[in-house]
């Protein structure tokens, strides 16, 4: 990676943590430029505006999360295994790098969310579709809209990571019950 990627990357990645602490409106340049220990001139090299860093850094935790779950996928495997090992990376990383799921949540409900946003392609909606599409193939997995099956695993273990973010002390005393939650998932969607 040369200097000019790294250092769009400590700024994206710096934006990221305060947007996380924050919210989009704690974020101003000249904070995202102090926290990454460049000028606030260095940040408009990469981004002519705010906005368009928040755009930016959305394709970025999305390419992020694609590319942290595309490479722990292992297609050799029967699908059962494959969406264990989806689920448990996906959680993982989303508890390891907590402001990837806070950073898509709020952009989610914010204006920067727009149609033409929702309309530009997207590679991690695109793998997680063709990953359930291949569970569907494979008989494994109930014939639905590979979409509607992605929304289910998906809001499944958000709302897991969220209860376990958000709620540490009811945590603590559902611990052992937590963990059904997977199983409960795939009994959901696989094939009877």
Same mark, same amino acid.
């Given at each position: 990676?040369?200097?000019?990627?790294?250092? %769009? !990357?400590?700024?994206?990645?710096?934006?990221? /943590?305060?947007?996380?602490?924050?919210?989009?409106?704690?974020?101003? @340049?000249?904070?995202?430029?102090?926290?990454?220990?460049?000028?606030?001139? $260095?940040?408009?090299?990469? &981004?002519?505006?705010?906005?368009?860093?928040?755009?930016?850094?959305?394709?970025?935790? #999305?390419?992020?999360?694609? %590319?942290?779950?595309? /490479? #722990?996928?292992?297609?050799?495997?029967?699908? /059962?295994?494959?969406?264990?090992?989806?689920?448990?990376?996906?959680?993982?990383?989303?508890?390891?790098?907590?402001? *990837?799921?806070?950073?898509?949540?709020?952009?989610?409900?914010?204006?920067?969310?727009?149609?033409?946003?929702?309309?530009? $392609?997207?590679?991690?909606?695109?793998?997680? /579709?063709?990953?359930? #599409? =291949?569970?569907? =193939?494979?008989?494994?997995?109930?014939?639905?809209?590979? %979409?509607?099956?992605?929304?289910?695993?998906?809001? +499944?273990? @958000?709302?897991? @990571?969220? *209860?376990?973010?958000?709620?540490?002390? %009811?945590?603590? +005393?559902?611990?052992?019950?937590?963990?059904?939650?997977?199983?409960?998932?795939?009994?959901? !969607?696989? &094939?009877?």
């Amino acid at each position: 990676m040369d200097q000019n990627t790294n250092k %769009k !990357i400590l700024i994206l990645e710096s934006a990221l /943590e305060l947007i996380r602490e924050n919210g989009f409106h704690g974020c101003p @340049i000249s904070q995202v430029a102090k926290q990454a220990s460049v000028a606030a001139g $260095s940040v408009y090299t990469y &981004f002519e505006s705010k906005d368009e860093m928040i755009l930016e850094l959305h394709r970025y935790v #999305k390419s992020e999360v694609l %590319k942290e779950i595309s /490479e #722990k996928d292992h297609p050799e495997k029967n699908f /059962e295994a494959r969406f264990f090992d989806f689920w448990n990376n996906l959680t993982s990383l989303y508890q390891e790098r907590a402001a *990837f799921q806070s950073f898509l949540e709020q952009f989610t409900s914010s204006p920067y969310n727009t149609e033409t946003m929702q309309l530009e $392609s997207d590679p991690w909606g695109e793998w997680t /579709e063709a990953f359930f #599409k =291949e569970g569907i =193939e494979s008989g494994q997995l109930r014939p639905l809209n590979p %979409k509607i099956l992605s929304m289910m695993v998906m809001g +499944s273990a @958000i709302s897991l @990571i969220r *209860f376990k973010t958000y709620f540490k002390t %009811k945590t603590a +005393s559902t611990a052992q019950d937590l963990h059904l939650i997977p199983k409960m998932v795939w009994d959901g !969607i696989k &094939f009877q």
